[in-house]
């Protein structure tokens, strides 16, 4: 527990981002950011330059990353996130860490314009495959204000699962059009809950992008119209609309590829996500789409998945 008795000196804390440094760890960067201001010194544990450390904190978003496999020297060990405690995510933040601004500088020059946050956690649509329902609740509800992470920074990444399904959505939406920040909504909002009104808030923020998600195929009656809808208002075209497309979890073949198809003639971008990827073998149909489709450059350029994958052409229709 971070609230434990701590020494009197100042502490000597070491982080370790076990996932890796390729997207900011948003609890390492609170936590450096609080120790920082208690007056401890904070860095990236190094297992043969740092020496030894008052406390080390390991965060692991991913269940499936490796686990940190080097010795660690330090009095006290404290192991974090969904990718060791699935799928509560293990102990919660103190409140004073929880709300504190993360300390972007621990990323160095590649994020330093760049603000990452919650307005919002939960969801109320309790998929079976998300986490989101069972870690943060059923409900989509207002954790924070833009303030307590954005600091003037000209980009704003927002982690919400689902901040319109969030009865303050007006409120939080109107701090994101007064930043004049360009905000990218990185998770899968729901279109099914867009409303011409809501439509209109986001029209007057600066979207860099905006992710939905279309997981079920069997909403497809009720969800092209939405996205319809969203595209006449918008007027934005594929590059700010970014739609995810769950895959190998309870559809076929031809209904990710129906989906696929649908997106791309609507003017979004599908980006297919393969539930238990790892469980698919090397050259799986399935891999095979999600590499043609997640390439932009390529998925533009070439229309038919059987042009790109030449030893598909012939598949009987269902057959995978």
Not at 13 to 36: C, E, Q, R, T, W
Not at 44 to 57: A, C, F, Q
Not at 87 to 96: M, N, Q, T
């Amino acid at each position: 527990d971070i609230r434990t008795i701590r020494k009197e000196e100042t502490m000597r804390i070491g982080l370790i981002d076990v996932d890796s440094h390729n997207f900011p760890n948003l609890p390492l960067m609170k936590l450096s950011a609080y120790h920082k201001k208690i007056g401890d010194s904070v860095e990236w544990y190094e297992p043969l330059l740092s020496g030894h450390m008052d406390r080390v904190y390991m965060s692991k978003v991913f269940t499936f990353t490796p686990d940190y496999q080097y010795f660690i020297d330090a009095d006290e060990v404290i192991k974090s996130g969904t990718g060791y405690f699935y799928p509560d995510g293990g102990k919660a933040l103190p409140d004073e860490i929880e709300h504190i601004c993360p300390d972007y500088s621990l990323y160095g020059e590649r994020f330093s314009d760049t603000a990452y946050g919650f307005l919002t956690r939960g969801c109320p649509n309790g998929c079976d495959f998300c986490i989101v329902g069972k870690k943060e609740g059923k409900c989509t509800r207002k954790v924070a204000d833009l303030s307590e992470f954005w600091k003037g920074q000209k980009n704003i990444v927002l982690l919400d699962a689902n901040m319109f399904a969030c009865r303050d959505w007006k409120e939080l939406s109107t701090q994101l059009i007064e930043s004049r920040a360009w905000v990218d909504f990185s998770q899968g909002c729901d279109i099914r809950c867009m409303t011409e009104e809501k439509t209109a808030y986001l029209k007057q923020m600066r979207i860099k992008q905006i992710h939905f998600a279309w997981d079920r195929y069997e909403d497809k009656e009720r969800i092209i119209p939405k996205f319809h809808q969203f595209k006449e208002i918008t007027g934005w075209d594929y590059r700010k609309l970014g739609v995810y497309v769950l895959c190998n979890y309870n559809t076929t073949f031809d209904q990710d590829l129906e989906r696929i198809y649908i997106l791309r003639d609507l003017g979004y971008s599908p980006y297919v996500m393969l539930y238990e990827k790892d469980k698919l073998p090397a050259g799986h149909p399935l891999r095979n789409l999600q590499r043609w489709v997640n390439n932009r450059f390529i998925f533009r350029n070439c229309k038919k998945f059987e042009d790109y994958d030449t030893s598909k052409r012939d598949h009987k229709k269902g057959g995978y």
